[in-house]
Structure formats: structure tokens, C-alpha cells
């Protein structure tokens, strides 16, 4: 366990690009990645490191919670369960959410598992990184609507219908029929609402989205986008579907991820740009950051070049990768990563001329908004 010593205070000397005023005002902000990580992604590329007590298989050593803990993050969505591949999807998720139960019960200082939107406050106030267990396919779920229950009550709090492809809930956003919800994917979306679990359209076709959209009781969101209308790829959401969900109270987090740009080298300025677009649409109520990357930043992009050529092969072989996605193309933005990620946005959003309200909202206060509305 970790020394509480590392959890950051916040002030105007340690920002970038700017001071944001609502970081000088607050000890202890309210920041929330809708959907990131806090693996450290260096241990795959061969660094030497210890891992923390009972994380297995999950990569996270002593550096990613003090790298965490520095950036100031409250809570982050990570992803468990399945997302692709051959395993049964079923069985995988529950083996993973038993690795990261097991996580949490061999670190209980440093890390809490959000059930319920007072638990992301319970994690600030504690000095702990709050984790939203979420899944980014439901094929786990199936024709089986009673594991919904089964997932909620071990802590699942967002699910995503789909994934890139097609599945039996909908179309992914490289479905090339750009087809609707299914008949079960209406069913499953009822369910979600009945459970109080979050219904996340990342990833969707856009005639899923929208459909989902419309059948949902409850707001949905759409955890890490980008806006169509500055970068057309599929990845990126339309206006139409953004607009929609912030129509219905829901929320939209923007990535730091390649599809910002055509090129598949964006900046922050891209990020800044996508931020300030899903404002212009959705209103300064319903737009977060999900930024679909880790805390910890790679050390070595040299030797991660070639890792990254393997898992792009490995993504277009397995039918499941995007359009944008390259071996040259990195999934994160190169000059808004590692600890100071955060930091970087507020400052250049505080130069653009948004003021801390603002700000404040687009770094967790829209998420913690939206989690009470359906968690409760």
C-alpha cells in the first residue's frame, strides 16, 4: 500500500499552458476519466517492476497508483470483462472481475470500488482512486438478460452495447449496414435501465446509437468520442447523436485518441477543438473527457512502435479494428499524457477563455452529475 503523502494538492504554479482557476480554488477537484486506465503500459514492454499486492495479470504496480494519485484523478471507468477474441464472453468477465475484486481487496488504502456516485465524492475525500468497473461489449450479456443483475450486483456499473463490429444488440461503428438496436438490444437496454447501469453508445453505429437513444428511459452516454463534424470517421460521433444524448440528459466523454484528426497524429489543440465543438452542440452540462488511455505514460515510444505494429496486425486480423487506426498512429496524444495530463487541459481551456465553472464540469463535475441521475 502507498503512503497518502502522494495524493496532490493543486495550485495555480502547477498548472500549464495557463492557471485554471478552479484548480486554485480546490484542494481536491473532482476529475473523472470516463473511460481510461491506471495500468502501467511499460510492464508489457519489458520494464522490471513490482506489482501491486493481488493484481495478477493486470499490470498495475506501485507506479501506476502514485502516478495516479499525481495526476489528481478521483475516479476512472476501466474496462473488464470481454472486449474481443476467442474467449467464451461470459466466462472471461467474470475471471477478470474477479482479478480486479481481488485488486481491491489486497489494496483497500489506495484503491474503492464505485457503486454509486457518492462513492467517486467517498474516493476524493479518502485520498483513494475510485474504480467504475464498465464493460465495452455486451455480448457477455446475450440472450441472458438475468446477468445484468448478475454483473451489477458485482459492481458493473457502465456496459457499452457494442463494440467495433456488428453483435447481436446492434452494429459497431464499422458495420458497414449501419443497421439499428435489435430486438434484444431494446430488451438489454430495458434491463440496463431496470438495474441502474449505465448505457453506453461508445463505439455504436449511428443508427444504434440514436435507436438507443430514443428507447432508453434513462439518459445514456457515450463515454469517449470525438465529434464527426471536425474529423469524419466512424469512431466520432455525429452531431445528431451527440445532440441526442444531451437532449435526454446524458453525457459525452472526448478522447485523446488518433481518430481527433485524419492525419492519426493529433495534438492537444485537437483535443481542445473537440472539447470545444461537443460544448457548442451539447451544452456545458453533458460534455467530460473519457480519455480511453492510461494515467502512467509509455517511457520508451521506440520500443513501443513495435509492440504497436503487432497489435494493430492483430486487431485487422481479428475483424475488430477501425478506420484511422494505423502502425503509425499512436492511441493517445502525444503532448497531453502521463501525470500531468489533466493539468495540461485545464490550463489550455482556461487560456481559450472558459471559465472555472466550466472547466470544473468538463473534468468530472458532468460525469458525477450524470452517474447520480442513474446510479442513483
Request: proline share 5%.
Amino acid at each position: 500500500m502507498l503512503s497518502r503523502r502522494q495524493t496532490l494538492t493543486f495550485g495555480a504554479a502547477s498548472l500549464t499552458a495557463g492557471a485554471a482557476p478552479a484548480f486554485a480554488a480546490a484542494k481536491k477537484p473532482i476529475i473523472i476519466n470516463a473511460l481510461g486506465g491506471i495500468m502501467n503500459p511499460n510492464i508489457p514492454l519489458g520494464q522490471k517492476t513490482q506489482l501491486l499486492s493481488g493484481s495478477g495479470d493486470l499490470d498495475i504496480d506501485t507506479r501506476s497508483i502514485i502516478d495516479a494519485r499525481a495526476s489528481g484523478v478521483t475516479a476512472v471507468n476501466c474496462t473488464l470483462g470481454y472486449v474481443a477474441g476467442p474467449q467464451d464472453p461470459y466466462a472471461f468477465s467474470l475471471e477478470t472481475l474477479d482479478a480486479w475484486d481481488a485488486l481491491v481487496k489486497a489494496n483497500p488504502e489506495d484503491l474503492l470500488v464505485v457503486r454509486k456516485a457518492s462513492d467517486i465524492l467517498k474516493a476524493r475525500d479518502e485520498g483513494k482512486v475510485g474504480l467504475i468497473y464498465g464493460f465495452q461489449n455486451a455480448l457477455q450479456v446475450g440472450e441472458h438478460l438475468e446477468r445484468v443483475d448478475e454483473y451489477a450486483a458485482r459492481g458493473v456499473r457502465v456496459i457499452q452495447l457494442t463494440y467495433n463490429p456488428a453483435n447481436t444488440l446492434g452494429d459497431g461503428s464499422m458495420a458497414p449496414q449501419n443497421r439499428g438496436l435489435s430486438p434484444l438490444g431494446r430488451q438489454v437496454v430495458e434491463k440496463l435501465n431496470a438495474a441502474k447501469v449505465m448505457v453506453d453508445l461508445s463505439h455504436s453505429g449511428e443508427r444504434t446509437c440514436l435507436d438507443a437513444i430514443a428507447a432508453s428511459k434513462t439518459p445514456i452516454s457515450i463515454n469517449h468520442t470525438g465529434c464527426r463534424a471536425l474529423t469524419d470517421l466512424p469512431r466520432n460521433k455525429t452531431d445528431a447523436e451527440l445532440r441526442g444524448t444531451a437532449e435526454k440528459g446524458g453525457f459525452v466523454g472526448i478522447y485523446f485518441m488518433p481518430f481527433l484528426t485524419l492525419d492519426g497524429h493529433p495534438h492537444a489543440t485537437d483535443v481542445v477543438a473537440h472539447i470545444e465543438h461537443a460544448l457548442k452542440v451539447c451544452g456545458e452540462d453533458h460534455v467530460g473527457i473519457g480519455t480511453d488511455g492510461s494515467i502512467t505514460a509509455i517511457d520508451d515510444l521506440d520500443v513501443y512502435k513495435g509492440a504497436l505494429e503487432k497489435e494493430i496486425a492483430d486487431r485487422v486480423a481479428a475483424g475488430i479494428g477501425a478506420k484511422g487506426e494505423r502502425p503509425d498512429t499512436y492511441p493517445f496524444v502525444v503532448d497531453l499524457r502521463g501525470v500531468d495530463q489533466f493539468r495540461t487541459l485545464a490550463g489550455m481551456l482556461s487560456a481559450k477563455g472558459y471559465p472555472a465553472r466550466v472547466i470544473d464540469k468538463v473534468l468530472g463535475l458532468n460525469f458525477l452529475a450524470y452517474a447520480r441521475t442513474v446510479w442513483g
